[in-house]
């Protein structure tokens, strides 16, 4: 259902966008306006404006007189991904855990209960649960700093961690029960106060992520 309040461009670019993080749209494939305007029901100006905001995030590449299409897959961006994520998350980690009352307590505990329902049907073989794994461990990672006081580092955050997830979407996928213990240890970490140590899980969560993507074959 439509919401009657959001334009034909906060559509178009809310839709695309979310193909492109969920490989709907794979990497390298050539973006046809005349396609997409069928596909998403917009104009094609509307379509342009669109790709051109995408292309800003580099979730889409302009290919001067030829078109768009979207961003192509890389060991080499997905291990600066990883690092940037490393970089903004770590330091975040150190300003929510100092800043965080019992109110983000709460909400840690609560965003790792629901991570860990799917970690757990996962586990078990429920597949079908991937996707709800995928929402909830982003949420997950994003309360984790959401005390950090900083919009602007929330938000550079996220928009990192978008481009990362797009990898973790096609080739990262479940780790089974080392990713489980892991999150685990972030939220204990997070309860203890204990940035350090939250930093170290973290490097291994992000690191080791990027270790399983790429003995897959998938990039």
Same mark, same amino acid.
């Given at each position: 259902?439509?919401?009657p309040a959001e334009t034909a461009g906060e559509r178009a670019y809310r839709l695309i966008r979310s193909d492109i993080l969920r490989g709907r749209l794979e990497p390298g494939r050539k973006l046809k306006l005349?396609?997409?305007?069928?596909?998403?029901?917009?104009?094609?100006?509307?379509? /342009?404006?669109?790709l051109s905001r995408l292309v800003a995030e580099r979730f889409v590449i302009a290919e001067g007189q030829r078109g768009f299409e979207v961003a192509p897959?890389?060991?080499?961006?997905?291990?600066?991904l990883a690092g940037l994520r490393l970089l903004l998350e770590g330091h975040a980690l150190d300003q929510s855990f100092r800043a965080g009352d019992?109110?983000?307590?709460? /909400?840690?505990?609560?965003?790792?209960h629901k991570l860990g329902q799917m970690e757990e049907r996962l586990l078990?073989?429920?597949?079908?649960?991937?996707?709800a794994w995928r929402h909830f461990d982003a949420q997950f990672h994003q309360t984790l700093i959401?005390?950090?006081?900083? /919009?602007?580092?929330?938000?550079? @955050?996220?928009?990192?961690?978008d481009r990362y997830q797009r990898y973790?979407?096609?080739?990262l996928g479940f780790r089974g029960?080392?990713?489980?213990?892991? @999150?685990?240890?972030?939220?204990?970490?997070?309860? /203890?106060?204990?940035?350090?140590a939250a930093r170290s899980v973290l490097n291994l969560h992000i690191l080791a992520g990027v270790d399983h993507a790429l003995a897959s074959g998938a990039l």
């Open positions: 259902m439509r919401d005349d396609a997409l305007r069928d596909a998403y029901d917009a104009g094609v100006g509307t379509l /342009r404006e669109t897959f890389s060991a080499t961006e997905l291990r600066e019992v109110e983000w307590e709460a /909400r840690v505990v609560a965003a790792h078990a073989g429920d597949n079908e649960a991937l996707e959401s005390a950090c006081g900083s /919009r602007t580092l929330m938000a550079t @955050h996220a928009a990192t961690f973790q979407n096609l080739a029960v080392i990713a489980a213990e892991e @999150h685990a240890a972030l939220r204990d970490a997070a309860l /203890r106060r204990d940035p350090a």
